[in-house]
């Protein structure tokens, strides 16, 4: 049988296809049902958000970066005012850091709400997605609150935030957390613990930690192939060093370690962990500090370099800027996790079924404008 | 059939040989157009209305709730938007195999509704090989799908094709041979025969006359929902890996007889289901004789209706199963449980002959069983819903 081989055929998927997460395009050169290649075509939602970045001011850049990645505009934000901070020498009031560090787990948790529900579409279970959309929405009415938007909330503003949080808004953020947290159990019952949903997910294209270290993954696709490494942790911001929670590592919980089944689940086990930072922030809320908002007027940081990361739903969210001492970035350089999660699929799909392709494709959860800036 | 027409004929004064055939062809004629009219097209649609209520409920929606109070006929606002629709063949395709799928799908699929009764008298024909008609004509559908799928000049469409083809002539395998074990049993390969070797009680059903017609009946389902293409065996229109699998390339009515086939094959799978497994139309034999044709009428549509919400309540639950997984599911599990299946059930009614005491308390044990497995999921289910702090509502409009 081994020898037996059909004509090949060139499958073009996407950039409109139904699980193309956005605008993506794969090349696929099919036998049947098994994937020989798989070319991942990128720059379909290319619009030189780092070629604005140079144009504008360092504070009108801050729009911007919310659609750099929309579906996690606060982390994206907070990832261009870390970097814009550091180079200015600007301090962060601690309130607005608090308030930082909380819009930013609540975006992780909506961000990977997405991603779990769009996996599970993508496998053909559609009752998950709204599930996972209801809780989202949640999340969506608590920021719209705070800034008045619901997805893309140029909130963080270069030097804190730009509005203080309205009265009651921690005990709306500790309701959700509490509704959610039983929501979680509710959820792993319908899909995670699924024989169907597990045995689609086990076992296939498993990302071996070298591998995820060569191809440059990061975030939890790169803690679903077993290697610990968090940002938030490692390479601590904003206050997260006095924060408590754990780094959720895959362990080849149902096959082998880096599989697309660690990735779902790594991606559900942080939720629970965002919930628990949350919980300590309302805890540890300064709320004996009223005066906090974001004061800077013009920033004008002295000629010299900065890279500043931190840890986006989607990895490593890091922003390389050049200043010449003009109220201007002379360079703006976006770093992505999307972007090298795409080059992976290249590899880890050869031999797979189309089936699994689209799985694949929904486990790295690659966000299209995150991939091309 | 036959006899009402007789009785008909005969109120009318027509004895005469050469023109009561005539009444016969035209009696079936009518009754079948009947069938088809008033029952199948509205339920089709009824059926695409109330599924897409359910999937609403189970996944905290509304649904469609615009076009008449709650939306209760929008499925008749689809048919006409349908209807209205360009009819769109793209130009690089077969014309001739693109138009002709989709009527030989619905053909196929309504084929079928000839020997599927609908009560004791209400039957188009009760022909003496009613499973195995059931089973041949069903067949033409997997034609109609790999037609649709080639003639499309899609890629997508011809691989939404050929994962049909490959799936409803694997599936068929188990769902023939789970059948030929209740065929042994009844002794009768017409449904209505099947059906009359039942009784109206649950421990005579054909389900719980044995392990094996128990085991049968859950092989039976499972391979009906494949060739059904339905979740989670809907592999050949995975719409997140095929976009639309073998429709791909069809819109308006071409679009909307697939569909039309998908909700009446719905029905099929209860309605077999419940003819050879569950007593199909066999009521009480106290109910009163004028009243009886309709009591039959709504105990066999309400069995069927059982299945029918079964495969959606499947439908909205589970994953899609990989395309090996799917042949595995076959060839490795339940192929081989369908044959012990048969050399179980032919064992069995060797061992404890029909009607004698053995058979019918093993009869009421597996009944028994039975309601104790549903008595657990019930409170399972409660259990669940107090964690998550839920409550029930049986209201069907909220």
């Known amino acids: 049988m081994a020898t037996m081989r059909t004509e090949e055929m060139t499958l073009n998927m996407g950039p409109h296809h139904p699980s193309t997460h956005g605008v993506l395009r794969f090349i696929l050169k099919t036998d049947g049902e098994i994937v020989h290649e798989c070319i991942p075509d990128v720059?379909?939602?290319?619009?030189?958000?780092?070629?604005?970045?140079?144009?504008?001011?360092?504070?009108?850049?801050?729009?911007?970066?919310?659609?750099?990645?929309?579906?996690?505009?606060?982390?994206?934000?907070?990832?261009?005012?870390?970097?814009?901070?550091?180079?200015?020498?600007?301090?962060?009031?601690?309130?607005?850091?608090?308030?930082?560090v909380m819009v930013c787990?609540?975006?992780?948790?909506?961000?990977?709400?997405?991603?779990?529900?769009?996996?599970?579409?993508?496998?053909?279970?559609?009752?998950?997605?709204?599930?996972?959309?209801?809780?989202?929405?949640?999340?969506?009415?608590?920021?719209?609150?705070?800034?008045?938007?619901?997805?893309?909330?140029?909130?963080?503003?270069?030097?804190?935030?730009?509005?203080?949080?309205?009265?009651?808004?921690?005990?709306?953020?500790?309701?959700?957390?509490?509704?959610?947290?039983?929501?979680?159990?509710?959820?792993?019952?319908?899909?995670?613990?699924?024989?169907?949903?597990?045995e689609r997910m086990r076992n296939v294209a498993i990302i071996s930690p070298e591998m995820a270290i060569n191809y440059s993954l990061v975030g939890p696709n790169l803690r679903a192939s077993g290697v610990d490494w968090d940002l938030r942790r490692d390479e601590p911001y904003s206050i997260y060093p006095e924060l408590e929670f754990k780094v959720i590592v895959g362990h080849g919980e149902r096959g082998t370690v880096g599989d697309c089944y660690d990735r779902f689940?790594?991606?559900?086990?942080?939720?629970?962990?965002?919930?628990?930072?949350?919980?300590?922030?309302?805890?540890?809320?300064?709320?004996?500090?009223?005066?906090?908002?974001?004061?800077?007027?013009?920033?004008?940081?002295?000629?010299?370099?900065?890279?500043?990361?931190?840890?986006?739903?989607?990895?490593?969210?890091?922003?390389?800027?050049?200043?010449?001492?003009?109220?201007?970035?002379?360079?703006?350089?976006?770093?992505?996790?999307?972007?090298?999660?795409?080059?992976?699929?290249?590899?880890?799909?050869?031999?797979?079924?189309?089936?699994?392709?689209?799985?694949?494709?929904?486990?790295?959860?690659?966000?299209?404008?995150?991939?091309?800036? | 059939m036959r006899a009402l027409l007789d009785s008909l004929a005969a109120r009318f004064g027509i004895v005469d040989p050469s023109t009561t055939l005539v009444i016969y062809l035209l009696g079936m004629v009518v009754f079948s157009g009947i069938v088809l009219l008033l029952f199948v097209a509205p339920f089709a649609g009824i059926t695409s209305y109330v599924e897409r209520r359910i999937a609403a409920r189970m996944q905290s929606r509304v649904g469609p709730n615009r076009v008449g109070p709650h939306g209760v006929i929008q499925w008749l606002a689809?048919?006409?938007?349908?209807?209205?629709?360009?009819?769109?063949?793209?130009?690089?395709?077969?014309?001739?195999?693109?138009?002709?799928?989709?009527?030989?799908?619905?053909?196929?699929?309504?084929?079928?509704?000839?020997?599927?009764?609908?009560?004791?008298?209400?039957?188009?024909?009760?022909?003496?090989?009613?499973?195995?008609?059931?089973?041949?004509?069903?067949?033409?559908?997997?034609?109609?799908?790999?037609?649709?799928?080639?003639?499309?000049?899609?890629?997508?469409?011809?691989?939404?094709?050929?994962?049909?083809?490959?799936?409803?002539?694997?599936?068929?395998?188990?769902?023939?041979?789970?059948?030929?074990?209740?065929?042994?049993?009844?002794?009768?390969?017409?449904?209505?025969?099947?059906?009359?070797?039942?009784?109206?009680?649950?421990?005579?059903?054909?389900?719980?006359?044995?392990?094996?017609?128990f085991a049968a009946y859950f092989v039976f389902f499972t391979a009906a929902l494949a060739e059904g293409n339905r979740t989670p065996f809907d592999i050949p229109e995975a719409e997140s890996e095929l976009v639309a699998g073998y429709n791909t390339e069809y819109s308006g009515m071409r679009f909307l007889l697939y569909f039309f086939a998908e909700w009446a094959n719905l029905y099929v799978i209860g309605a077999v289901s419940a003819a050879a497994f569950m007593g199909g139309w066999q009521v009480p034999p106290q109910i009163p004789e004028v009243i009886r044709p309709i009591a039959e009428l709504v105990t066999f549509v309400g069995k069927s209706l059982i299945g029918v919400f079964l495969a959606i309540w499947i439908r909205w639950t589970y994953p899609r199963l990989r395309v090996d997984q799917m042949m595995n599911v076959c060839w490795k599990y339940l192929v081989p449980i369908a044959f012990l299946n048969i050399v179980g059930t032919a064992v069995w009614m060797m061992l404890f002959p029909q009607g004698q005491l053995p058979a019918v308390a093993a009869s009421i044990i597996m009944l028994v069983i039975a309601l104790a497995i549903l008595i657990t999921f019930v409170r399972k289910v409660i259990a669940n819903l107090r964690e998550v702090g839920g409550g029930l509502s049986f209201n069907p409009f909220v």
């Open chain 1, 43 to 100: 720059g379909y939602l290319h619009r030189s958000i780092e070629k604005i970045g140079e144009l504008m001011t360092y504070q009108g850049f801050v729009p911007y970066t919310d659609r750099v990645d929309y579906v996690a505009s606060m982390n994206s934000n907070l990832a261009y005012c870390l970097a814009v901070e550091k180079l200015a020498g600007i301090e962060v009031p601690r309130r607005a850091d608090f308030l930082r």
């Open chain 1, 105 to 198: 787990e609540l975006n992780r948790i909506s961000s990977h709400l997405i991603a779990v529900g769009a996996l599970a579409m993508d496998v053909g279970a559609v009752t998950p997605f709204p599930y996972a959309l209801r809780e989202r929405e949640r999340i969506n009415d608590i920021l719209e609150a705070i800034c008045g938007a619901r997805l893309t909330y140029n909130y963080i503003w270069i030097g804190g935030v730009s509005f203080d949080a309205p009265d009651g808004w921690l005990e709306r953020v500790r309701g959700f957390i509490d509704a959610y947290e039983k929501v979680i159990p509710e959820f792993n019952r319908l899909i995670t613990g699924n024989k169907i949903f597990v």
């Open chain 1, 265 to 373: 689940v790594v991606r559900v086990r942080e939720m629970e962990e965002s919930c628990k930072i949350l919980r300590q922030c309302i805890e540890k809320f300064p709320h004996d500090q009223p005066d906090f908002r974001a004061k800077v007027k013009s920033v004008k940081p002295p000629a010299g370099d900065v890279y500043v990361r931190s840890e986006a739903p989607r990895g490593e969210h890091g922003y390389y800027l050049v200043s010449d001492g003009t109220t201007k970035a002379a360079r703006v350089k976006i770093r992505t996790g999307s972007f090298s999660a795409m080059a992976v699929i290249e590899e880890v799909a050869v031999g797979t079924m189309i089936a699994d392709v689209v799985a694949i494709i929904a486990s790295l959860d690659v966000v299209a404008p995150e991939i091309d800036r």
């Open chain 2, 78 to 213: 689809d048919g006409v938007k349908c209807l209205l629709k360009e009819d769109l063949i793209p130009a690089d395709a077969d014309h001739l195999l693109f138009r002709l799928s989709p009527y030989l799908v619905f053909i196929g699929m309504f084929g079928t509704f000839v020997v599927i009764p609908f009560g004791s008298s209400l039957v188009i024909a009760d022909l003496d090989i009613g499973f195995f008609y059931l089973i041949a004509f069903s067949s033409l559908v997997s034609v109609g799908l790999i037609m649709a799928g080639w003639a499309s000049n899609n890629k997508w469409s011809l691989l939404g094709g050929m994962r049909s083809a490959a799936q409803i002539v694997s599936y068929e395998i188990p769902a023939g041979m789970s059948i030929l074990a209740v065929v042994m049993f009844a002794g009768s390969m017409s449904i209505q025969g099947v059906i009359r070797a039942q009784g109206w009680a649950p421990h005579t059903w054909l389900i719980f006359q044995n392990p094996f017609l």
